[in-house]
């Protein structure tokens, strides 16, 4: 009966907010200053906004030694780039 489990989980590590804003903003900006299809072959991803988001944030929750919760923020971050650089070019055409 000690083998089994009580229905307990280990706790999940979570990351501090000071990190979680670092990935945001590294992703806000990658994704900003680089096309979908740039960012696409740099990760080895499919050229959509959703992967590539993904593969970015991801990319900063480890250089930022994070938690997986922050990868959240880090594809957050990203798609606003992706938006503001789309109104960006809007605005000077």
């Known amino acids: 009966m000690g083998d ?50 993904t593969a970015v944030a991801a990319r900063w929750v480890d250089r930022l030694n994070g938690e997986q919760d922050a990868v959240q923020s880090g594809r957050d971050g990203c798609m606003l780039g992706f938006q503001q650089r789309a109104s960006e070019k809007a605005g000077k055409s």
């Open 4 to 53: 089994d489990d009580d229905g307990s989980a280990e706790p999940t590590a979570t990351t501090p907010s000071s990190v979680k804003t670092a990935v945001y903003e590294r992703s806000l900006s990658e994704c900003f200053g680089q096309t979908v299809e740039q960012l696409a072959r740099a990760y080895k991803v499919e050229p959509r906004q959703a992967p590539v988001a």
